[in-house]
Structure formats: C-alpha cells, structure tokens
C-alpha cells in the first residue's frame, strides 16, 4: 500500500466519527450503531482536528450523502441481489440496513483496512451476506472480486463513496471502464463527486490543505459528473448535494438550478446500464 493509499484508507475512521455524531442528535438524518466502534480513539481525533481547522460544515456532505446513498441503495436493490461498495473503508451499512433477503454486499478495500474491521465487528452480524474482500483498487480487483463468487452475468448495484476525489483523473476512468465491464444491464452504479469548480474555488482551500496534509490531497473534480457513466452507454441522473441537504436541514447554501453555470457544487450521480 502506498502513503496515499494508507492515508485514504485513513479517513475511514473519520467518516465513522461523523456518522457517530449524527447517530447522536436528537433528529439524525440516519442513525449508525456501530459508527463508534469503527471510528475509535483516531476517528475522534481526526474529526475534532477536521472541526478545528474546517469549521464543522465540512462535516456536512458526509451526513447528507450518507442518508441519500442509504435511501438510493435500498431503492436500487428492488430486484437486484448483489451489491459491491468499493473503498468501503469502515462502512456499516451491509451491518445496519435493511436488505431483502438472498442480498450479497461485497466491501473492498486495502487489505489492512479489511482487517482491522473485522477485529472491530467480530462480534456482530451482517443482516446480508457480506463478503469483505482485501485488495488495492489499483491491483486487479475485478478477478479478485469474480473469485469470491461475483456474478459480472446477474445485474449489480455499484457504489463509490467519498472517493473520486483522491484519484488521478485516468485512474477515475479506468475505474468506471472495469465497472462498466462487470456490469450487466440493468445494474446500478452510485457515486458522488466534486465538482470542478468547487475544487478550484477558496471556499474549500482549507478542505484542499487539510487533506493534502493528512497525504490525501484532492485530485479530481467535475462539473460533468453523469459523462463519467454516460460515455459508457448508461443513463444518469444527477443531483445537487444541496438539493437534499436543504430538505434535509443539513447545508448552510441555497440549492442551485443545475443549469446555472459556475456554481460550487458537488454532484450524486445514479446511473443504469441500459
């Protein structure tokens, strides 16, 4: 594993952490039982350090697309019975959502991180049948993943959350072309993105040189999000992360028309392969 790799896998426990927070509120938009376990003693660290230097909106995407990927995949599973979260780090939801019955949930990730999951939620039962399988993204994961019983003939729903920022825009697409290969129609593929003109914008400085310190620096962003699936042949449909975090009472801008050019944003994107 490389130092951005390590440092990648490394905001697993801050995404627990903020999960773990949320749970906590009064009104939580999800509520995640097993966050605090998975976040531990570093995920509390990295996530008052975040607050400290970021203030506590950048915390807020993470509880917006956390609720919005949870409703988004239980609505994709109408039909389908097996799902693949990549770079799912120290995710719970094959652990706390609520699948039909027969539903594979297979989580990747570095094999370290896969591990120390495990340790951390020996104890506690899957409510699918979750198959955790440790490997690089950039190693041959497809193989990896056909090997443990992934049927690329039977439809699949895909989601990759909170990590195309991180990549090399050639790594992105190589990402989306190994998805598309897998693929059979009628699958699902979730994924979030930054868009290009937030990335670049002062706004999100302090984001860009907190991360970058943490060796994690943001690469990518788009104000194209659905061309990622689209040159691929599927349909997409994009949305403003503003848009639910309004309706949601989570965000701290107005929701923009999509049509309106040189907007800050980051994007959800639910695509099917026709």
């Known amino acids: 594993m490389d130092s951005v790799g390590e440092a990648v896998a490394g905001t697993g426990p801050l995404v627990a952490a903020i999960r773990a927070e949320e749970s906590r509120r009064k009104d939580p938009l999800f509520t995640d ?30 509880i917006v697309r956390t609720r919005f990927w949870d409703e988004a995949l239980l609505k994709a599973v109408d039909g389908v019975r097996q799902v693949v979260i990549l770079a799912a780090g120290m995710d719970a939801r094959a652990y706390r959502l609520s699948w039909p019955d027969d539903t594979a949930v ?3 990730d570095q094999p370290a991180v896969i591990e120390a999951k495990a340790k951390l939620l020996a104890d506690d039962q899957p409510r699918c049948r979750r198959v955790a399988i440790g490997v ?18 039977a439809p699949t729903v ?15 697409r190589t990402l989306f072309a190994r998805i598309d290969t ?3 129609p009628g699958s699902v593929l979730l994924y979030d993105v930054v868009g290009k003109t937030l990335l670049e914008a002062a706004m999100l400085t302090p984001v860009r040189q907190s991360m970058a310190k ?10 194209e999000p659905g061309e990622l699936a689209e040159r691929h042949g599927w349909s997409a449909r994009v949305t403003d992360v503003a848009e639910p975090g309004n309706r ?3 965000w701290f801008a107005p929701a923009v028309p999509l049509d309106v050019p040189d907007v800050p944003r980051g994007y959800f994107v639910e695509a099917t392969k026709n």
């Open 182 to 184: 897998l693929s059979a």
């Open 214 to 223: 943490q060796g994690a620096p943001w690469l990518f962003g788009t104000d």
């Open 33 to 62: 039982p097993f966050a605090e376990k998975l976040a531990g003693e570093t995920g509390r660290r990295l996530l008052a350090n975040a607050v400290a230097e970021t203030g506590e909106q950048s915390t807020a995407q993470i």
């Open 136 to 153: 690089d993204l950039v190693d041959d994961w497809p193989k990896a993943l056909r090997a443990q019983g992934f049927d690329a003939t």
């Open 248 to 250: 949601w009472g989570r």
């Open 158 to 172: 895909w989601l990759i959350e909170g990590l195309l920022q991180y990549l090399e825009e050639r790594a992105v």
């Open 106 to 108: 297979y989580e990747l």
